[in-house]
């Protein structure tokens, strides 16, 4: 900056910044800390001094030149003109600065507005996915489903699964392992493709009974929802436990594995450049 205004430009910048009257001294000393201007005289603070009473109205003397910038108090200090040439020209610069600023600031609203609409946006269409899937879940044939409980629970580790026969599943779906350590757990699912019934504690209480002895964990799969009931008798104190999994955590678990749901990646770009340059 100091490559590029004169030494009177350097003198009214300090006087428009302190808006008091100054004294030839004190402005020198605010041109050399702000680094505004570079001196090349023995004694720059006399030319300060020279500069400013050659262009103040207030000064008349064979040396004194226009136009004028400066005016003189009674007690000998100096101040800016407000109607010169350079004060026009300095309020038409600092405008244009205000001005450059604002529509940063806007600019940062802006990004951050769209970004903020964006991730509502990815919001809704989560949730809007999620219910089109369990709305295709429902709609699935009674096999089909239990063809899918099947998958769904291979993809979390259970191995040799079995679907059992629809005439004859001794009131279970399916069966197989699930590795817990070293040893291997056997476990049996039911499932319940309901569009709108719940499943109450009946229910739970039966498909226990269909595995109490012969399994160490059940796991209970819905399209619907579990009532309070069903809820409370899934773990019972010296009973087989029983997993609860209704609709949505049905298709929480499809996109936690990626299971029947592709993802699309669509890059989001934030700004962040001081990370580069500090």
């Not at 402005?27 to 030319?47: C, G, M, S, T, W």
């Not at 026009?88 to 940062?108: F, G």
């Not at 309901?194 to 269909?210: C, L, M």
Request: with cysteine; proline share 3%; charged share 25%.
């Amino acid at each position: 900056m100091k490559n590029n205004i004169t030494i009177c430009d350097a003198i009214l910048k300090v006087m428009y910044q302190c808006q008091i009257p100054l004294s030839p001294q004190e402005v020198y000393r605010q041109i050399v800390e702000q680094n505004l201007y570079e001196f090349h005289a023995q004694k720059p603070d006399h030319i300060v001094k020279g500069t400013i009473r050659r262009h103040c109205q207030d000064l008349n003397f064979p040396s004194a030149r226009e136009p004028k910038y400066f005016g003189m108090t009674d007690d000998g200090k100096f101040y800016a003109l407000e109607n010169n040439s350079k004060n026009q020209l300095y309020e038409k610069t600092n405008k244009e600065q205000i001005n450059t600023d604002k529509q940063k600031v806007k600019e940062i609203k802006d990004i951050n507005e769209t970004l903020n609409q964006i991730k509502q946006i990815h919001t809704t269409y989560r949730d809007l996915l999620k219910k089109h899937i369990l709305s295709d879940l429902k709609n699935l044939a009674p096999v089909s489903f239990e063809i899918f409980a099947k998958n769904l629970l291979e993809v979390y580790g259970f191995e040799k699964i079995q679907v059992t026969s629809i005439n004859n599943d001794g009131g279970i779906d399916g069966y197989g392992k699930l590795k817990v350590g070293l040893a291997y757990m056997k476990v049996a699912f039911q499932c319940k493709r309901w569009i709108k019934t719940s499943v109450g504690r009946v229910e739970i209480d039966k498909f226990r009974g269909a595995i109490q002895g012969d399994y160490e964990q059940g796991i209970f799969f819905t399209t619907s929802y579990f009532t309070e009931g069903a809820k409370k008798v899934s773990i019972k104190p010296g009973a087989v436990p029983v997993i609860l999994i209704d609709g949505l955590s049905i298709v929480e678990m499809m996109i936690e594995k990626n299971f029947g749901v592709e993802i699309e990646r669509l890059p989001l770009y934030i700004y962040a450049l001081d990370e580069i340059i500090s």
